[in-house]
T-cell receptor, first 112, second 113 residues
Framework: GNSVTQMEGPVTLSEEAFLTINCTYTATGYPSLFWYVQYPGEGLQLLLKATKADDKGSNKGFEATYRKETTSFHLEKGSVQVSDSAVYFCALSDQGAQKLVFGQGTRLTINP | DSGVTQTPKHLITATGQRVTLRCSPRSGDLSVYWYQQSLDQGLQFLIQYYNGEERAKGNILERFSAQQFPDLHSELNLSSLELGDSALYFC????????????FGPGTRLTVL
């Protein structure tokens, strides 16, 4: 079945550091790919998405490019802030079952 | 604020009991999804309803059931509760049954003692 694998957390960085959170997927067909963010005590919020190969999703300084050849959708940000501390989830759309399949989440902590 | 509301925010109950979690989707959204988030299983899709009809089923136990009412709100019923059912339960909604953006509610934290 379809699955998503994220890099193990937790990840701790200093403010203004460069961030990469790796995400790879296994899927049949051509899924859409998403990054969701969960701030403490809140529900998930869509951060960015890409619906086809080579698309780049971007939002709030975060970017991710849909790479079909490497089945990857890595999340990057050039300069992180303390307010970026949260849990980040990579997900794909399972078009057959019309559901989201999530990775295990990566907890990110940014220290001032 | 996503526009999706869930009640209650917290629920503490005992093994063997039954609880009902409630979700109101965003105005205009016809599709409702339920997800379970636990430490060992991560975020797992349970079930989807579209305009009152069950549309897709995931890893939902037979002890769990859901429905969507004519006003489009949804309820997730969990019965014969076990310690392992302790988790965060999220509801999400989207405008239709396809894979459009899903908007998540704040979740209901269920603790089974």
């Amino acid at each position: 079945g379809n699955s998503v694998t994220q890099m193990e957390g937790p990840v701790t960085l200093s403010e203004e550091a460069f961030l990469t959170i790796n995400c790879t997927y296994t899927a049949t067909g051509y899924p859409s790919l998403f990054w969701y963010v969960q701030y403490p005590g809140e529900g998930l919020q869509l951060l960015l998405k890409a619906t086809k190969a080579d698309d780049k999703g971007s939002n709030k300084g975060f970017e991710a490019t849909y790479r079909k050849e490497t089945t990857s959708f890595h999340l990057e940000k050039g300069s992180v802030q303390v307010s970026d501390s949260a849990v980040y989830f990579c997900a794909l759309s399972d078009q057959g079952a019309q559901k989201l399949v999530f990775g295990q989440g990566t907890r990110l902590t940014i220290n001032p | 604020d996503s526009g999706v509301t869930q009640t209650p925010k917290h629920l503490i109950t005992a093994t063997g009991q039954r609880v009902t979690l409630r979700c109101s989707p965003r105005s205009g959204d016809l599709s409702v999804y339920w997800y379970q988030q636990s430490l060992d299983q991560g975020l797992q899709f349970l079930i989807q309803y579209y305009n009152g009809e069950e549309r897709a089923k995931g890893n939902i136990l037979e002890r769990f059931s859901a429905q969507q009412f004519p006003d489009l709100h949804s309820e997730l019923n969990l019965s014969s509760l076990e310690l392992g059912d302790s988790a965060l339960y999220f509801c999400a909604s989207s405008v239709d049954a396809g894979l459009n953006e899903q908007f998540f509610g704040p979740g209901t934290r269920l603790t089974v003692l």
